[in-house]
């Protein structure tokens, strides 16, 4: 019979090299005593240059410290220097990460899946390097597909939840808290794990407003709980450090939520930027009560600007001091301002992306004109995309059977959504603009409504077919220039087109004169007149090209029926593009 394996002590295995890092340092001279304390069995080789790297900025917690130690204890080294780091630091570092990692690269393991039941699950954000604010606990049943770099957390009513093991996903830092008989896991997401129906054949998406967890979506944080005798703790954690995540320890403080505050706003551009910014999620409303909010927004003065600076400034980062990010989106904006200069025809349009688990609310951007736009307030329009969590376009191809979230997008089409005092109701869209999956909505002011706007741009009544009326209707929201209107000394010719043999020459290709296109590349600031216009006039779409035989002095254009889609009242020749040369 075979002698028993013993494992060796000590001081029998092989000497390793690690790379020791501690981050979020108030003093660098904090190590001091940490370090002229280290026990015999680790030997510091090596002191590295202090290099911040891509950690998020933490108050005054700017400092890090990285030595190279020489050590036999193998895996235990990073318990055990963590706990003497905890036992000798000085009480001021409170923020403290400590990361080891090997430097020898472990060797690969074989693909494995692993399940275990009876789970601990906290969805939260982070306040702080160590602090977690935790919205809701579940008990769940976890099985992490290394083939799939996937971590499946199945939850009651048999909701999945999907943690990609991805640095596209996951922020490069994921917090590891070694207790007694537990190790916690804390991963900060950059996007909204996605929900599944069935936790076997994840193909079923569906919407975190269809479940019990409306608010699913303004999660930042998940701490997953597993048993340290796990076999799916060990994989994880050497999972995690072969692609490269950074793995560090600390002490994790969770809390239980405190009560939301309720801001009244009377001004919609502070309501708006407001609630711009609180869509980052919980990681921005958990620390609303140390900013003093009340006094900043009964000021009169305009507070959009800073808000829309913060939200920008908060959108990559899992954590941050808010009344510090705070005081410096204030001082940026007093120095710099906003730049509210618009390019000659576009003006600014409000955005917002809806995903299967949030609406996001941005900042306005600029918009080339439409005709709709023209005629209207574009204070009232907002352009609203739809994509997945990580704003990518969604798939019929990739989720068989998509149905959970077009129902979910669907009831934004039907009931619109409300932001502050202002109701968004659905609008319309391009053609070009559907196959992006982006929509106008609008809010009614002076009487004048969406329904007002689409009866009013033409007579659409004889289109039965959805489709085309939204392609009809969608010519008014074409990009366009507003060249001229065609008054009565100028004519407009409707003309059959040419046909022979049964084949259509001049299908939506109409003409223009020589005198007319000359006044229409002068009101595009044009120095040479183009050959051929791309058009929208009333209800017509196409290509005029210039035609010397309409004579020289004559301003006229001729329509081709083929151009003629609907009727319309407008008498505004709008320009999308011109001729030029190619390449």
């Avoid at 967890?213 to 450090?241: A, D």
């Avoid at 600029?366 to 704003?391: C, G, M, S, T, W």
């Avoid at 020749?573 to 001729?579: A, I, M, N």
């Amino acid at each position: 019979m075979a002698a028993e394996k013993k494992d060796k002590t000590p001081n029998e295995r092989e000497m390793e090299l690690y790379e020791l890092h501690i981050f979020y340092l108030e003093k660098e001279e904090s190590v001091q005593e940490f370090l002229n304390k280290l026990p015999s069995t680790m030997v510091i080789k090596e002191e590295i240059d202090t290099k911040l790297g891509n950690l998020p900025k933490y108050s005054k917690y700017t400092r890090s410290c990285s030595w190279i130690i020489e050590t036999s204890l193998g895996n235990a080294f990073s318990t055990n220097i963590f706990n003497h780091w905890v036992e000798h630091k000085p009480s001021r570092e409170i923020m403290s990460w400590l990361q080891t990692l090997p430097l020898k690269r472990r060797s690969f393991r074989a693909p494995e899946t692993i399940v275990e039941c009876n789970v601990k699950v906290m969805g939260g954000s982070m306040t702080s390097p160590v602090e977690f604010v935790k919205h809701w606990e579940e008990v769940a049943v976890a099985e992490f597909q290394q083939d799939s770099s996937v971590l499946v957390l199945t939850i009651s009513a048999g909701i999945a939840i999907e943690i990609k093991l991805s640095h596209y996903i996951l922020h490069q830092h994921s917090i590891m808290q070694l207790q007694n008989d537990k190790t916690i896991f804390c991963f900060n997401v950059k996007f909204c794990p996605k929900l599944f129906k069935d936790p076997y054949n994840r193909k079923q998406r569906i919407s975190c407003r269809g479940t019990r967890y409306p608010e699913f979506g303004l999660l930042t944080s998940f701490c997953v709980q597993f048993k340290n005798e796990s076999p799916i703790t060990s994989r994880l954690l050497w999972y995690l450090r072969y692609v490269d995540f950074a793995i560090v320890h600390t002490q994790l403080s969770v809390s239980d939520q405190v009560q939301e505050m309720n801001l009244e706003i009377k001004n919609f551009d502070n309501a708006y930027a407001w609630r711009s910014l609180c869509c980052q999620g919980y990681k921005v409303t958990n620390q609303l009560r140390t900013l003093g909010l009340e006094e900043i927004l009964s000021e009169e003065c305009k507070y959009s600007d800073v808000f829309t600076t913060l939200a920008d400034h908060l959108a990559g980062k899992p954590f941050f001091h808010l009344k510090e990010e705070m005081q410096d989106a204030i001082k940026l904006t007093e120095s710099y301002g906003f730049d509210n200069k618009v390019p000659k025809n576009y003006t600014m349009v409000r955005r917002a992306v809806l995903t299967p688990s949030r609406l996001i609310l941005l900042s306005k951007e600029p918009v080339y004109f439409n005709r709709i736009l023209r005629q209207y307030n574009a204070d009232y329009f907002i352009r609203l995309v739809y994509r997945d969590e990580d704003f990518e376009k969604i798939s019929g191809m990739k989720y068989r059977g998509p149905q959970h979230l077009l129902e979910d997008m669907k009831q934004h089409f039907i009931n619109g959504f409300t932001i502050h005092d202002r109701h968004y109701e659905f609008l319309g869209c391009s053609n070009s603009q559907l196959r992006e999956h982006s929509f106008w909505f609008f809010s009614s002011y002076d009487c004048i409504t969406a329904k007002f706007i689409r009866q009013s741009s033409g007579d659409l009544s004889k289109e039965r077919c959805v489709a085309s009326y939204v392609s009809r209707f969608g010519l008014c929201f074409s990009s366009s220039w507003n060249t001229l209107t065609i008054e009565e000394h100028q004519e407009v010719r409707f003309e059959k087109d040419v046909t022979r043999n049964g084949y259509c020459f001049t299908d939506g290709i109409g003409k223009i004169s020589k005198r007319l296109a000359a006044k229409v590349a002068k009101s595009m600031d044009l120095n040479i007149v183009p050959s051929a216009f791309q058009i929208r006039y009333g209800g017509c779409k196409g290509v005029i090209a210039i035609d010397p035989s309409l004579g020289e002095n004559r301003e006229i254009i001729v329509i081709r029926e083929s151009m003629k889609k609907f009727e319309s009242n407008s008498k505004s020749l709008e320009v999308l593009q011109v001729s030029r040369p190619g390449k």
